[in-house]
């Protein structure tokens, strides 16, 4: 009779282990986001004097429909982004903490829909521009996984995410003529919407007529 062969055990990270990777991640990937946004307004209030704003979204402007990938990453200047680095930096780690991969896509619905939503239904005569659209969008993200999943951890997440952000729910409203409410409207859209993409479970396959269960 032969012995069995050895078979080594697959070895599988540690908890802690995972956790670590998983902040570590969702860390770098916040960093990169935020660092990206500050030496590009470095570069266009240094170097080009702002000419990178025309790059926002002209609603229904003929030629310009990919601005909408541009716009969410522009601001009028560094008080614009100050204001908007903290929340999207805050909401970006929450949501990255999902894997990259994950984030990545949530990401480019919103800027896809929401952007693309600013361009068809916008005010006409304006440049949209401004991560607000990625904080709104990032924010119904989070609130979104919370509703499909249901699970405690995701619904722990839109708690916080809602009991720290969701006062800036009100900029949805048409309030301030200076301000994309529309941005923050579809952006907000965008991200529900990626949620549901990306989250919502799916009732099982059902077998075929005729075969056995």
Do not use: C
């Amino acid at each position: 009779m032969r012995a069995p062969p050895n078979r080594s055990p697959l070895a599988r990270p540690a908890p802690a282990q995972r956790s670590a990777t998983s902040l570590g991640r969702a860390a770098g990937i916040t960093a990169a986001l935020i660092a990206g946004l500050w030496v590009q307004e470095g570069a266009d209030q240094l170097v080009f004097q702002g000419q990178l704003d025309q790059f926002g979204i002209e609603p229904r402007a003929p030629g310009t429909f990919w601005h909408v990938l541009t716009a969410p990453f522009l601001h009028a200047g560094f008080g614009h982004l100050i204001a908007n680095t903290v929340p999207l930096a805050v909401l970006t780690f929450m949501s990255a903490l999902r894997g990259a991969a994950r984030f990545l896509t949530a990401l480019l619905l919103i800027v896809l829909i929401g952007g693309g939503l600013v361009w068809l239904l916008g005010r006409g005569g304006s440049v949209h521009l401004g991560a607000s659209e990625l904080v709104f969008g990032l924010l119904a993200y989070l609130l979104g996984v919370g509703w499909w999943e249901r699970t405690p951890l995701a619904v722990g997440v839109a708690v916080a995410a809602f009991v720290l952000y969701g006062g800036i729910l009100w900029g949805v409203l048409p309030a301030n003529p200076a301000v994309s409410w529309e941005a923050h409207l579809f952006g907000f859209v965008g991200g529900l919407i990626a949620a549901a993409i990306l989250h919502r479970k799916r009732p099982p396959a059902r077998p075929a007529p005729g075969f056995p269960r």
